[in-house]
Each structure stands twice: as structure tokens, then as C-alpha cells.
């Protein structure tokens, strides 16, 4: 029988980060060929490489901390100050966090009353923290799931990322007040950065776009925003959140993100990583942690009952709360500061490392296709809606539209653009994002809000009669198109079915589920190209 302790030491003696990339690369692609999020193979990568006595390290901390600055510096360019004052967001937020608190501090509170072990013998001061640590949800998961679904800019991304923010600010505001993390008197010197902008707006006009757009992105957010806020006290994430505020109202804000997503992308693989490294667990952390586990779903319902309250959708209300049904990084970090301040013990610290991991584990398969959940509950869920609505969230309707092009970006503009002037009024665009909605709106386009993936208003057009004939979706994400086909098909829709992909293996797929024609970014470019100039050309070969 093969000495597996010997194998496990030798194991643990290789060099740490070319074992963890090897581990994240091979559980990573395992996760996705069972259809599941790489960032799950990631994070069991972590939790292998602790069972075999490797650490977490310097480096990759430090790769970890670069990558969460990235996620929160573009997380910051996609946001709007306007979007965090709505009542549903700070309203949500707040309430979700207090009743967290009451709740969970009583029942824990309870429980020690009666348990032996680290359950026992707590404080009502700490079982308040120990809520309060188990009140966030995690921003860096949350908001990578929306952008893999490319929901980021619906409503209930837009919703959920909110949420998220005001919460990052609680954890802020108690990191600031706890004697661990006294900011300087200089903290609220960083006010100046706004100073900056326009200055930092004339060199992102001036950058190019090589090289240099995504070194500014990364000066910007890991040296002015999180390097700033870190010499004055303050949490170096948020600077670099501030930073993409900041710079949210660019006309290249988008671009910068697209820039920067390849290195965000890989940075983060290390904070999945740190996050299976964090220490090693004994069976009561493990216990603890599991009953934790077994609570989201309460979490998760809370926020859907107050944002119905606050007038959103069933289906928007869901979206967004499954996002947000994971326990956090700043949970983590609130537990440690605790425990440094003497305030709870630091087993609780495992704990939480414990059950956000588990969290990210058990909530990601949800997250890959929340709205196929939706539809399997969406009857019972209606139930909870008000009867009136909020003023972004009004079911979609599109009059007497014959042809509807979901997605108004570079390419469903020109489609758009291209089929009115050979059909006219009877094209309508759809776009999830407010913002684009006003500004096409604001070029006489005719366009509203909505969302492809919206599975009450494909029952609605399966349910009543409609004068719509062809649908176009070019929406920028795979499994957003993908998803909102099979809406179509579902009701035996039989008009015109036209579909943008980026890559060949995604346009087969897309032809196997039934679509009529599907158009290659990439591989078709040059055709458009050249159709798009033939007319201007053919006129000099022919006289030469």
C-alpha cells in the first residue's frame, strides 16, 4: 500500500505557485466539463492543496488582492452613484442587515446557551458580530456571476451590485470604528482624488489602445485608488471601487473594462485559491460551518420578500437574490478584526472561512442557469408581488413590433439600423441597459427597455396573439442568447430566429437548438467588410 503521508510532504515541498496553477488549471477544466463554474474548481484546488499541507503564501495574496481590486475597479466603471440612492438598493440593504442581526444573533445567542464547545458561552455582544459577519453577501462571487451571464447592466444586476456596495460600505464603516483599523486623520484627504478626473479623463483619451489602456486601468485603480486609500487607513478594495465611480462617465469606460478583464480573470483564480487555503479545519469548524451553510436559503429569501416590498418583479427579485446568496470575504475580514479585538474567539474566524467557501461551492450550479429555476417556480413566486410596480421594472411590451432586435449594441445597432430602412416602423430594439435606452432614444431610435432573457414576457407573447415575426439577438453573452432561445422555442414560436455569436463552436450549438441564422462575429467580419465597400470599389476596377 503506497505510502500516501510521504506522497502528501513531497507534494507540499514543491514550489507553491506552480502546484496551485497546475491544481487550478486541472480542477478548473474538470469543473467545466461537468457544466460547472471554473471558479468551483478553483476553490477545490484550494481546498486540496490545504489537505495536503500547503499554505497559502505571500504571492499569492498578493495576486489575490490585485485581482479583487481589478473586480471592484470595473465593477466601479459599470456603476452609477444615482443607482446606490434608490430605495430598493440602500432600503434593501439596510433592512436585510438588521434583520440579519436580530435574527441570527438571537437564535446563536440562543443556541450557546445550551451547546458546550466554541457554540458555547458566547456573549450577546458576539453573537451580534457573528451575525453581522454573516450579513454580507460576497461581492467578488456575486458580481462575477452576473458578468459571466452577462447581466451586470439588467436591472436585477444592477439591483444586486448595489446591494453589494452599501454593504462593502457597512463593513467599511465598522472596520473604521473598530480600534484595529483606525483610519489616519488623513483619511478624508482622499476627497481630493476627484481633483484628478479630469486630468485622468484626458489621458484615457490619449492612451491608445494597446498596451497602454489597460496599464492605465491598472495605475488607476492599484495605485491611485487602492494604494491611497491604504496609506490613510482605509480599505485599499474600496479605493479601487471609488476610482471606477470615478471614471464611470467616460465615453471609454466600457472599453477599459474589456481591457482589463483578461487580467482580472486570472488574478482572481488566486483569491479562490487563498480562500481554500485559509488555515485547516477541525470537525466542530466543519460542523459550524455546514449548519451556516444550511441557512442561506433564509438569507436568500429575505432579500426576495423586501425587494418585492419594494416593488420589483418576481423574477427580478429572484434574480438578484440568487447572486447575492453566498456569505462573504468581508464577513471573513469583520470575524477577524473581531477576533483581534477579543470580541469573539478565533475558532469563529475558521468558521466563516469555512462557510464562505462552501457557500461559493453549493450556490455556484445555481448561478449558472438561475433563470431554468425561475421558471420552475415562477407561479408560486408571482404570488409575492405588488400590485404596483417599480418604475424600471414594468413588464416588457412591444405594441404592434414585427421584428425585435434584443441587444442594442455596435452590432444590434446597425441591425437595427440596417432592417428599418427596409421595413421601417414595424422594428423595435430591446436593451437592458437604461443608459443605452436613453441615449438610442435620444437619436430618435425607437427603442425601450427590457431583457431577452425576461421568461414572463416570452409566456406572455406564447399566450396572446402578436404581430411578431423575426427576433434578432445580438446580445453580447453566449448563454444570454443560448437562454433566450429556448424561451422562444419553448412556446413553438414560428417566425424568424437570428443569433450573434463570437465563436464556431457556439454558432453550431446555437443551429442544433433551432436557430435560423446565426451570424459569426469573428469569422464573418471580413465579409461584412467587404459587401459594406464593394458598392464604393467596384466603380474603379471597371474603368481601369
Same mark, same amino acid.
Request: proline share 4%; net charge positive.
Given at each position: 500500500?503506497?505510502?500516501?503521508?510521504?506522497?502528501?510532504?513531497?507534494?507540499?515541498?514543491?514550489?507553491?505557485?506552480?502546484?496551485?496553477?497546475?491544481?487550478?488549471?486541472?480542477?478548473?477544466?474538470?469543473?467545466?466539463?461537468?457544466?460547472?463554474?471554473?471558479?468551483?474548481?478553483? @476553490?477545490?484546488?484550494?481546498?486540496?492543496?490545504?489537505?495536503?499541507?500547503?499554505?497559502?503564501?505571500?504571492?499569492?495574496?498578493?495576486?489575490?488582492?490585485?485581482?479583487?481590486?481589478?473586480?471592484?475597479?470595473?465593477?466601479?466603471?459599470?456603476?452609477?452613484?444615482?443607482?446606490?440612492?434608490?430605495?430598493?438598493?440602500?432600503?434593501?440593504?439596510?433592512?436585510?442587515?438588521?434583520?440579519?442581526?436580530?435574527?441570527?444573533?438571537?437564535?446563536?445567542?440562543?443556541?450557546?446557551?445550551?451547546?458546550?464547545?466554541?457554540?458555547?458561552?458566547?456573549?450577546?455582544?458576539?453573537?451580534?458580530?457573528?451575525?453581522?459577519?454573516?450579513?454580507?453577501?460576497?461581492?467578488?462571487?456575486?458580481?462575477?456571476?452576473?458578468?459571466?451571464?452577462?447581466?451586470?447592466?439588467?436591472?436585477?444586476?444592477?439591483?444586486?451590485?448595489?446591494?453589494?456596495?452599501?454593504?462593502? @460600505?457597512?463593513?467599511?464603516?465598522?472596520?473604521?470604528?473598530?480600534?484595529?483599523?483606525?483610519?489616519?486623520?488623513?483619511?478624508?484627504?482622499?476627497?481630493?482624488?476627484?481633483?484628478?478626473?479630469?486630468?485622468?479623463?484626458?489621458?484615457?483619451?490619449?492612451?491608445?489602445?494597446?498596451?497602454?489602456?489597460?496599464?492605465?486601468?491598472?495605475?488607476?485603480?492599484?495605485?491611485?485608488?487602492?494604494?491611497?486609500?491604504?496609506?490613510?487607513?482605509?480599505?485599499?478594495?474600496?479605493?479601487?471601487?471609488?476610482?471606477?465611480?470615478?471614471?464611470?462617465?467616460?465615453?471609454?469606460?466600457?472599453? @477599459?473594462?474589456?481591457?482589463?478583464?483578461?487580467?482580472?480573470?486570472?488574478?482572481?483564480?488566486?483569491?479562490?485559491?487563498?480562500?481554500?487555503?485559509?488555515?485547516?479545519?477541525?470537525?466542530?469548524?466543519?460542523?459550524?460551518?455546514?449548519?451556516?451553510?444550511? @441557512?442561506?436559503?433564509?438569507?436568500?429569501?429575505?432579500?426576495?420578500?423586501?425587494?418585492?416590498?419594494?416593488?420589483?418583479?418576481?423574477?427580478?427579485?429572484?434574480?438578484?437574490?440568487?447572486?447575492?446568496?453566498?456569505?462573504?470575504?468581508?464577513?471573513?475580514?469583520?470575524?477577524?478584526?473581531?477576533?483581534?479585538?477579543?470580541?469573539?474567539?478565533?475558532?469563529?474566524?475558521?468558521?466563516?472561512?469555512?462557510?464562505?467557501?462552501?457557500?461559493?461551492?453549493?450556490?455556484?450550479?445555481?448561478?449558472?442557469?438561475?433563470?431554468?429555476?425561475?421558471?420552475?417556480?415562477?407561479?408560486?413566486?408571482?404570488?409575492?408581488?405588488?400590485?404596483?410596480?417599480?418604475?424600471?421594472?414594468?413588464?416588457?411590451?412591444?405594441?404592434?413590433?414585427?421584428?425585435?432586435?434584443?441587444?442594442?449594441?455596435?452590432?444590434?445597432?446597425?441591425?437595427?439600423?440596417?432592417?428599418?430602412?427596409?421595413?421601417?416602423?414595424?422594428?423595435?430594439?430591446?436593451?437592458?441597459?437604461?443608459?443605452?435606452?436613453?441615449?438610442?432614444?435620444?437619436?430618435?431610435?425607437?427603442?425601450?427597455?427590457?431583457?431577452?432573457?425576461?421568461?414572463?414576457?416570452?409566456?406572455?407573447?406564447?399566450?396572446?396573439?402578436?404581430?411578431?415575426?423575426?427576433?434578432?439577438?445580438?446580445?453580447?453573452?453566449?448563454?444570454?442568447?443560448?437562454?433566450?432561445?429556448?424561451?422562444?422555442?419553448?412556446?413553438?414560436?414560428?417566425?424568424?430566429?437570428?443569433?450573434?455569436?463570437?465563436?464556431?463552436?457556439?454558432?453550431?450549438?446555437?443551429?442544433?437548438?433551432?436557430?435560423?441564422?446565426?451570424?459569426?462575429?469573428?469569422?464573418?467580419?471580413?465579409?461584412?467588410?467587404?459587401?459594406?465597400?464593394?458598392?464604393?470599389?467596384?466603380?474603379?476596377?471597371?474603368?481601369?
Amino acid at each position: 500500500m503506497p505510502d500516501f503521508t510521504h506522497i502528501a510532504g513531497a507534494i507540499a515541498d514543491l514550489p507553491t505557485v506552480p502546484l496551485a496553477i497546475a491544481l487550478a488549471f486541472v480542477f478548473g477544466i474538470g469543473a467545466r466539463f461537468m457544466s460547472l463554474p471554473p471558479l468551483a474548481g478553483f @476553490l477545490l484546488a484550494g481546498f486540496v492543496l490545504n489537505a495536503l499541507g500547503v499554505r497559502s503564501n505571500a504571492v499569492i495574496k498578493e495576486i489575490a488582492d490585485a485581482g479583487v481590486m481589478l473586480l471592484l475597479f470595473t465593477i466601479g466603471l459599470k456603476l452609477r452613484i444615482r443607482t446606490l440612492a434608490r430605495p430598493d438598493v440602500w432600503g434593501v440593504a439596510t433592512l436585510h442587515s438588521t434583520g440579519t442581526m436580530i435574527g441570527f444573533g438571537a437564535a446563536i445567542y440562543a443556541i450557546s446557551l445550551v451547546s458546550p464547545g466554541l457554540l458555547g458561552g458566547l456573549s450577546p455582544t458576539a453573537a451580534v458580530l457573528i451575525a453581522f459577519a454573516l450579513s454580507f453577501s460576497s461581492t467578488v462571487f456575486g458580481v462575477k456571476v452576473l458578468d459571466e451571464r452577462g447581466e451586470a447592466n439588467a436591472l436585477h444586476g444592477r439591483t444586486a451590485v448595489g446591494i453589494l456596495v452599501i454593504q462593502d @460600505l457597512f463593513a467599511v464603516a465598522f472596520l473604521t470604528l473598530s480600534a484595529a483599523r483606525a483610519p489616519s486623520p488623513w483619511a478624508f484627504g482622499v476627497v481630493g482624488l476627484v481633483l484628478l478626473r479630469p486630468i485622468l479623463n484626458r489621458l484615457l483619451d490619449r492612451v491608445g489602445y494597446r498596451e497602454m489602456l489597460p496599464l492605465f486601468g491598472l495605475f488607476t485603480a492599484v495605485v491611485l485608488g487602492a494604494g491611497t486609500f491604504q496609506l490613510v487607513g482605509l480599505k485599499p478594495d474600496l479605493g479601487a471601487l471609488v476610482m471606477g465611480v470615478m471614471m464611470a462617465p467616460h465615453k471609454r469606460s466600457e472599453e @477599459l473594462a474589456d481591457a482589463l478583464f483578461s487580467f482580472k480573470e486570472v488574478l482572481l483564480i488566486g483569491f479562490f485559491l487563498d480562500i481554500g487555503l485559509s488555515g485547516k479545519p477541525s470537525f466542530e469548524h466543519l460542523g459550524i460551518a455546514l449548519v451556516l451553510v444550511l @441557512l442561506l436559503p433564509v438569507q436568500a429569501g429575505l432579500f426576495f420578500m423586501l425587494m418585492t416590498r419594494f416593488k420589483l418583479r418576481a423574477r427580478s427579485a429572484f434574480m438578484a437574490s440568487v447572486s447575492l446568496s453566498t456569505y462573504s470575504e468581508f464577513g471573513l475580514i469583520v470575524c477577524a478584526v473581531s477576533a483581534e479585538n477579543g470580541w469573539v474567539s478565533e475558532g469563529w474566524v475558521m468558521v466563516l472561512a469555512m462557510a464562505v467557501s462552501l457557500s461559493f461551492l453549493l450556490v455556484a450550479p445555481l448561478n449558472i442557469k438561475p433563470h431554468k429555476y425561475y421558471i420552475r417556480v415562477h407561479r408560486f413566486l408571482r404570488r409575492f408581488e405588488r400590485t404596483t410596480r417599480h418604475t424600471e421594472d414594468m413588464p416588457l411590451e412591444i405594441g404592434d413590433a414585427t421584428v425585435a432586435v434584443f441587444g442594442m449594441g455596435r452590432v444590434g445597432t446597425g441591425a437595427y439600423e440596417y432592417l428599418r430602412r427596409r421595413h421601417g416602423s414595424v422594428v423595435i430594439g430591446i436593451e437592458s441597459n437604461l443608459e443605452k435606452v436613453a441615449q438610442h432614444q435620444k437619436a430618435g431610435r425607437n427603442v425601450i427597455h427590457g431583457d431577452a432573457t425576461d421568461s414572463d414576457f416570452w409566456e406572455r407573447v406564447h399566450a396572446a396573439p402578436h404581430h411578431l415575426r423575426a427576433v434578432l439577438l445580438a446580445m453580447p453573452e453566449y448563454r444570454a442568447n443560448m437562454y433566450a432561445v429556448q424561451q422562444i422555442k419553448t412556446g413553438n414560436f414560428e417566425g424568424f430566429i437570428g443569433v450573434l455569436a463570437k465563436f464556431a463552436d457556439q454558432a453550431r450549438l446555437l443551429k442544433a437548438a433551432g436557430v435560423h441564422a446565426v451570424f459569426n462575429m469573428y469569422a464573418e467580419a471580413g465579409a461584412g467588410f467587404a459587401a459594406s465597400v464593394d458598392d464604393a470599389m467596384t466603380p474603379r476596377i471597371t474603368t481601369t
